[in-house]
């Protein structure tokens, strides 16, 4: 998740190289097909990780059910080799980061306990 941060905001620090990819990514997104399911971007983390189920966790009840709902009518959509109704597919707008700041704060919260953990008393 580091990793990406870098090198996003080293593209959103340079106009010329920003206005090169954002259209190669906006079309990379469309032709994935997972709005057109109704998921969205965060909706396809790996939950395996150790970070991704403790932000999972954290999610207020709302968003929490609002995710199981698009994850289970994206899989019956994968079961029956349908799409949504084009007015049902997430917008690009609508498609904003809902865990990515519950995982920020357990990287942080992790990176400060191993400090702490480190520290050594002289």
Same mark, same amino acid.
């Given at each position: 998740m580091a990793a990406v941060k870098k090198?996003?905001?080293y593209i #959103?620090?340079?106009? +010329?190289? =920003?206005?090169?990819i954002r259209p190669i990514a906006e079309r990379y997104c469309e032709l994935s097909g997972y709005r057109k399911v109704g998921l969205? =971007?965060?909706? *396809?983390?790996?939950?395996?990780t150790h970070t991704v189920q403790? +932000? *999972?966790? !954290?999610l207020p009840p709302r968003l929490a059910y609002d995710r199981a709902f !698009? #994850?289970? !009518?994206?899989?019956?959509?994968?079961?029956?080799?349908?799409?949504?109704?084009?007015?049902?597919w997430i917008k690009p707008e609508e498609d904003v980061p809902y865990l990515s700041p519950y995982i920020e704060e357990i990287e942080k919260e992790e990176s400060e306990r191993k400090m702490f953990d480190s520290m050594t008393r002289k």
């Open positions: 090198i996003s905001s #959103i620090a340079r106009p +010329a190289l =920003y206005n090169f969205m =971007y965060e909706d *396809l983390l790996r939950e395996e403790l +932000a *999972l966790k !954290r !698009r #994850i289970r !009518r994206a899989l019956q959509c994968s079961v029956t080799h349908t799409l949504l109704p084009k007015d049902e």
